[in-house]
């Protein structure tokens, strides 16, 4: 039985509790989520503008119960690619907050600040059997590709996040990422699996307010992505009284090991733990996790492969990698790789394309004792005069420096972009001493602010050109 279908067994525990304080079970979530899902009508696809609001969430279970396939979209969705999005899916409906920008249509139905718009588009399009979900991937902000997930993935991967993290009933997490971002996501998913609350917040970690909920309503867990964990930092995390909160986790990007094995000791003082975790989109959610008790002797690591998954490593000619410290592409197997990408309405009724296996496109390296590293993305090595460099490991060497900074470029060309202009001759003669590249092999450039997407990945398409 998919976890989505059976929520109502859960009854007057909470489900949602709002910034306000409003608290709603999960009854009334499930009646909620069924009129929406009933105004809708059959299955078709959804436009769903996302928020940490309760409309969103109730919104995504309604069309997830009733089988409608939803594409989960940025509220700060630029118009210009929302409206390519529209002319390239044709959804029948939209649902998105009152008077959300570049939405047209006849309002069908409301709950709350959300309204159930019909777009009367044409829809000559159909839609496989086993399509479920609809996420745009990390890097595809400019793009109509999406990822197709299963009613399988969802289901399979929700299983396996919720054994590996222990989550209970008791648990209560507090929202930190969108929920259009499968990270996000798949807290609310593994939440709601479980018969957990979420305390639903729009606030950054940045507000104050945001810490006055978690304390308030007393959150057990959050997640966060790399710059999250940096966000921490310079908030003093070590100093917050935080005692209800149970386990934190990260994934998003690789932690830094110095990050890793300071965070694991912060949370150590403070009798809670940090769990490391590996995903991306095309596989659901999560692939792989660094037990609690290996987080300090495996500080770097992404762990092990989650529950019903399986890791393993190639060389360029696709054979397999036995050998432990030998680095090559990180290849992962289970029932949470998805059916594929869509590029427009037509691809909607594609089989799937992957059978179970995915190639990450994350170069990697394992263990003696089984754990893996990634050591940087294939298509992010530049080659300077002959020499390999691994861009990823180099912006990680500047970070660790206190200089903040983007890395990019080609073959013989490689550009530093840098947010503090002072710190310009710091980088060369870092770059000169420390590494095997030579001044004549780069440039430096200053930028005020590095471009990041909404869940803190670093977009290298907006540095070019600058």
């Known amino acids: 039985m998919l976890f989505y279908k059976e929520i109502e067994k859960y009854g007057d525990a909470s489900a949602l509790i709002t910034e306000k304080g409003t608290v709603i079970s999960y009854q009334e979530l499930v009646a909620r989520a069924d009129q929406i899902g009933k105004a809708a009508g059959q299955r078709c696809l959804v436009f769903s503008i996302c928020k940490n609001v309760e409309e969103s969430v109730i919104g995504y279970v309604g069309f997830l119960r009733n089988d409608i396939v939803p594409v989960l979209l940025s509220p700060d969705i630029h118009a210009e690619l929302l409206a390519d999005l529209l002319n390239s899916y044709h959804p029948s409906y939209v649902w998105a907050p009152a008077g959300q920008a570049g939405i047209a249509g006849t309002v069908i139905y409301r709950d709350g600040n959300y309204e159930l718009y019909r777009t009367g588009m044409v829809v000559d399009y159909s839609l496989d059997s ?11 902000t400019g793009s109509p590709k999406l990822v197709r997930q299963s009613w399988n993935n969802i289901q399979s991967n929700t299983e396996s996040i919720v054994e590996y993290l222990g989550i209970a009933q008791t648990d209560r997490a507090i929202t930190t990422l969108p929920m259009n971002y499968t990270y996000g996501l798949s807290i609310i998913n593994s939440h709601l699996c479980q018969g957990a609350t979420i305390i639903l917040t729009e606030a950054t970690l940045l507000d104050k307010t945001f810490w006055a909920l978690l304390k308030s309503q007393k959150a057990t867990t959050f997640g966060g992505v790399p710059y999250t964990y940096e966000m921490l930092k310079k908030l003093r995390f070590e100093r917050m009284d935080v005692p209800s909160l149970r386990y934190i986790t990260q994934a998003g990007g690789k932690l830094v090991k110095e990050m890793a094995e300071e965070f694991n000791q912060i949370c150590l003082k403070k009798d809670m733990q940090l769990i490391i975790m590996y995903g991306q989109t095309e596989a659901t959610a999560r692939m792989a996790y660094l037990p609690w008790k290996d987080a300090q002797r495996k500080a770097g690591s992404i762990g092990i492969a989650i529950p019903g998954g399986e890791l393993s490593l190639i060389d360029t000619e696709g054979n397999g990698i036995d050998e432990p410290e030998v680095v090559g592409e990180m290849l992962y197997r289970g029932a949470n790789v998805t ?42 090595f530049l080659k300077l005069f002959g020499n390999r460099v691994n861009l990823d490991e180099l912006e990680n060497l500047l970070k660790k420096e206190g200089i903040e ?24 003669d870092y770059l000169v001493s420390h590494t095997a590249i030579s001044r004549g092999g780069f440039e430096v450039r200053h930028i005020a602010e590095i471009p990041r997407n909404e869940s803190g990945k670093i977009l290298y398409s907006a540095l070019e050109g600058k």
């Open 130 to 140: 086993e399509l479920a979900l609809l996420l745009t991937t990390s890097g595809s």
């Open 339 to 380: 059916l594929g990408y869509a590029e427009s309405r037509h691809d909607l009724n594609k089989p799937d394309e992957n059978k179970g296996v995915l190639h990450t496109g994350d170069m990697a390296k394992r263990d003696k004792d089984g754990f893996y590293y990634v050591v940087g993305r294939k298509k992010r």
């Open 405 to 428: 900074n983007a890395c990019t470029g080609q073959d013989d060309h490689l550009k530093i972009y840098i947010t503090h202009m002072e710190q310009e001759k710091e980088t060369i």
